[in-house]
């Protein structure tokens, strides 16, 4: 499969847990995108990174939410002490170049995230 | 005012009638320009990117008017699979936008 990985589909974490999401772009992609989507809600963005960079984290809530891009490996979108309203479906989308290139993103099928 | 902007809907419309969507953006600086559609609570996926002379694909047709801000989506002959919710998207730098989409209810 060519196309954007994300995993687990499905995370439950309990409250005060943290929770891990993981995003493998398309192949040849160096640029990966975070969004998260709450039920009947839109897309929201979070953050952009190019690998080891994060080029726009304007979208992450100030706490308890990283994300980063290594030089090897998937992108990683952490969450600290999660909380029940970090329930959501969470997307990862990967592009060859910047926005401004006029290239589409590409988006994998996302992990629900569940926190009991 | 949000940078895009959609009706939200819902159209619903019968199958094999018109339906036509409008987005608008309010940043002059915006460069390329997208429509996706997303199932209920799957990923978006990329319908057609938009272009200054318009381009059609299919029963689809998308136009971009610079001038007035704001992109187009027709669809011809809707069927009963085109229901989803139709998502605007505006590349401004290294920004992407989405919109908050327009959901369509094609009926049969």
């Known amino acids: 499969n060519a196309g954007v990985m994300q995993n687990p589909r499905h995370l439950v974490r309990r409250r005060g847990q943290e929770a891990r999401l993981r995003c493998s772009p398309m192949?040849?992609?160096?640029?990966v995108y975070w969004y998260r989507q709450l039920p009947e809600e839109g897309l929201k963005f979070m953050v952009y990174?190019?690998?080891?960079?994060?080029?726009?984290e304007s979208g992450m809530p100030k706490e308890r939410f990283s994300a980063e891009f290594p030089k090897e490996g998937p992108s990683i979108l952490r969450i600290q002490q999660v909380v029940r309203g970090d329930s959501a479906a969470y997307f990862c989308?990967?592009?060859?170049?910047?926005?401004?290139?006029?290239?589409?993103?590409?988006f994998g099928d996302g992990t629900r995230l569940s926190i009991l | 005012r949000k940078e895009v902007e959609q009706d939200p809907g819902p159209f619903n419309v019968p199958e094999g009638a018109t339906v036509a969507f409008n987005c608008t953006y309010s940043?002059?600086?915006?460069?390329?320009f997208f429509w996706y559609r997303q199932d209920c609570r799957k990923e978006p996926k990329l319908l057609m990117s938009?272009?200054?002379s318009g381009n059609e694909d299919g029963r689809f047709t998308a136009q971009l008017n610079r001038a007035s801000q704001y992109i187009s989506l027709l669809i011809r002959d809707s069927k009963l699979s085109d229901s989803a919710t139709y998502l605007c998207?505006?590349?401004?730098?290294?920004?992407?936008?989405f919109g908050a989409g327009t959901r369509l209810f094609v009926k049969a």
């Open positions: 989308a990967s592009s060859p170049d910047r926005p401004d290139s006029n290239q589409p993103q590409h």
């Open positions: 940043n002059s600086a915006s460069q390329s």
């Open positions: 998207v505006v590349n401004r730098g290294f920004k992407t936008i």
């Open positions: 192949k040849g992609h160096s640029h």
């Open positions: 938009v272009y200054s």
């Open positions: 990174l190019q690998k080891e960079n994060i080029i726009d």
